[in-house]
């Protein structure tokens, strides 16, 4: 079974710093997806990036980039220019991408990222 | 609109009353998920519905524990004689199946659950 594991429970940041958040995983599938998502306080899940294993580029959506390091089963997400509506709580999540496999997301027990302003 | 919709927002019930949590997935989206967050726990999953296919139950923690999708879209978990480590907030997703497929799930705001 895959596991999805965030060490840091927490972690703060200065407004318009930088700030990565850690996610490592384990699988023993070479077919897969990553995700990070965004939980605010009004508990709605919203999809932050997303990185498709089978590509070497590290995915970049605005201020957030990832930094997929496959062979470590390291998928770090990077906040640059930490704004104050960042602060949320932060889910790393796997899916697998084989053929006929379940479609559900296994996710870490997530960090809550605070920004001072 | 257009979002993954649940109901109720937040429920108190009493140990040992049964409740029903309901979720309304996108329109369109064949696949639907729920999952349970318990304070400082990551996200749980319960129960998997895809299309007509048999549901995956693997998730849930206990047989007080059941839902169905009814006509293919909307859900309904319910848990009978509720124990106050039901206490979480209760989330359902839903997905697009087929192509295109991100594997991205679209989440509802939850239904937090408190058992006194």
């Known amino acids: 079974a895959q596991t999805v594991t965030q060490s840091q429970p927490e972690m703060s940041v200065q407004e318009a710093e930088t700030v990565t958040l850690s996610c490592t995983y384990d699988?023993?599938?070479?077919?897969?997806?990553l995700f990070w998502y965004k939980q605010p306080p009004s508990r709605q899940m919203i999809l932050v990036i997303r990185?498709?294993?089978?590509?070497?580029q590290n995915a970049t959506e605005n201020r957030f980039s990832v930094n997929f390091q496959k062979a470590a089963k390291s998928f770090s997400l990077k906040i640059s220019d930490s704004q104050l509506g960042d602060a949320a709580m932060y889910f790393c999540a796997y899916r697998s991408g084989a053929t006929g496999a379940n479609s559900k997301l296994t996710f870490g027990k997530g960090i809550t990222l605070s920004v001072r302003p | 609109g257009a979002g993954v919709s649940q109901s109720p927002s937040n429920k108190v019930t009493e140990k040992g009353k049964d409740v029903e949590l309901r979720c309304d997935p996108i329109s369109g989206h064949t696949a639907l998920y729920w999952y349970r967050q318990s304070l400082g726990q990551g996200l749980e999953f319960l129960i998997y519905f895809q299309g007509n296919s048999a549901p995956d139950k693997s998730g849930l923690p206990s047989d007080r524990f059941s839902a169905e999708r009814t006509g293919g879209s909307v859900s309904t978990l319910t848990i009978q004689r509720t124990q106050q480590e039901d206490s979480a907030v209760y989330l359902c997703?839903?997905?697009?199946?087929?192509?295109?497929?991100?594997?991205?799930?679209?989440f509802g705001e939850g239904s937090r659950l408190t058992v006194l």
């Open positions: 997703a839903s997905s697009l199946m087929g192509q295109p497929n991100t594997g991205e799930l679209f």
């Open positions: 699988t023993s599938e070479s077919d897969y997806y």
């Open positions: 990185q498709e294993a089978y590509k070497q």
